[in-house]
């Protein structure tokens, strides 16, 4: 448990149509309490449904938005760590994003993996060398991050990685 940080202007963009376009734009144009109260409520439940796109089991997930600290809030019980560690990624790795407040437990635990932020430049290949010495490794790192990436070319800048011990 704990709070984590992430790059506001990095990620999957969530809020830029339907539902949450419009509770962004009321919003912005007239910041009422009832209009900042309705964005975080539907960025919340956009993220909900975002994790639940990346099929990921959690029981009793409760996911809220804090607009105006631009924080996320995550309850629930994952079955291990490597799936509360992707929630939290999914939380994090979303624009609009800049903190995740980790109330999640685990029902197996194991060692916790470290994160990373990518940085301009970076491969998969590059971070495997920084962190197992070997290139070579790169697929361990995609596979621990999946279903969030599709291909191990596609990585940004202030994406947040799932980096598991070597195995």
């Known amino acids: 448990m704990g709070m984590f ?23 912005a144009a007239a910041p009422t309490p009832e209009n900042v109260a ?5 960025a919340g439940e ?11 089991e959690v029981e009793n997930l409760e ?16 079955s291990d760590q490597a799936t509360k560690e992707k929630v939290l ?9 800049s903190a995740v ?4 437990t685990v029902a197996n635990a194991t060692p916790e993996s470290e994160m990373y932020e990518v ?7 590059r971070i495997s060398k920084q962190f197992y010495d070997t290139p070579n490794k790169y697929p361990q790192i995609f ?14 800048p202030g994406q947040v990685l799932r980096i598991p011990a070597d195995e």
């Open 46 to 56: 956009a993220i909900a449904t975002y994790i639940k796109s990346m099929n990921l």
């Open 38 to 42: 309705a964005l975080s409520q539907t």
């Open 143 to 156: 596979e621990a991050n999946k279903p969030m990436l599709s291909h191990p070319d596609k990585i940004y």
């Open 5 to 27: 940080s992430f790059i506001e202007e990095a990620g999957e963009k969530l809020f830029g149509h339907g539902p949450a376009k419009e509770a962004q734009q009321a919003a």
């Open 119 to 125: 940085v301009s430049g970076d491969t998969l290949s």
């Open 63 to 78: 996911v809220s938005f804090d607009a105006p600290s631009a924080t996320v809030t995550v309850a629930g019980e994952a």
């Open 101 to 104: 407040n980790d109330m999640m």
């Open 89 to 97: 990624l999914c939380c994090g790795n979303v624009a609009k994003v």
